[in-house]
């Protein structure tokens, strides 16, 4: 193999197993609970459960993609997670807006965000809420 052909497979080697680090370490993110990835599978619905296959999973094709010639069971494995999540999102929107609410369980909040260094408003945010996200 010639120094040029050499060096691409090193390349390609380090990419791999750099995504595998990454890929461990969200599916150990999903294994202890992180807040991040607690609030986001609760917001799609989906309980410890699907949180802990889905870490499990991910660190399983991390550890794949750490091993040279277990890339491409890593990468079909990284892509099962990833699809099954893409479904999940679009399943939770599409249920969501089929779903929507009645007007008056809706609030509708204005907030206005200061800047630091003066006391003028910069922004208007419009913020859309049902009633059961309340914080009272």
């Known amino acids: ?12 080697y380090g990419v791999q197993a750099a995504m595998g680090l990454l890929t461990v370490a969200a599916g150990y993110a999903k294994l202890s609970g992180a807040d991040v990835m607690v609030q986001q599978f609760a917001l799609l619905g989906l309980g410890k459960s699907f949180l802990f296959v889905a870490g499990c999973v991910e660190i399983l094709a991390g550890l794949c993609l750490l091993m040279p010639r277990g890339g491409i069971v890593g990468a079909v494995l990284l892509v099962c997670v990833t699809v099954g ?14 779903h929507s609410a009645p007007a008056q369980q809706l609030t509708i909040s204005h ?26």
């Open 85 to 98: 999540a893409m479904g999940m999102t679009i399943g939770h929107v599409a249920s969501a807006a089929s």
């Open 1 to 12: 193999m010639t120094g040029a052909g050499m060096n691409k497979t090193i390349a390609i």
């Open 111 to 136: 907030i206005q965000t200061m800047e630091r260094d003066t006391r003028t408003a910069s922004r208007t945010f419009t913020v859309v809420q049902h009633r059961a996200q309340w914080d009272i």
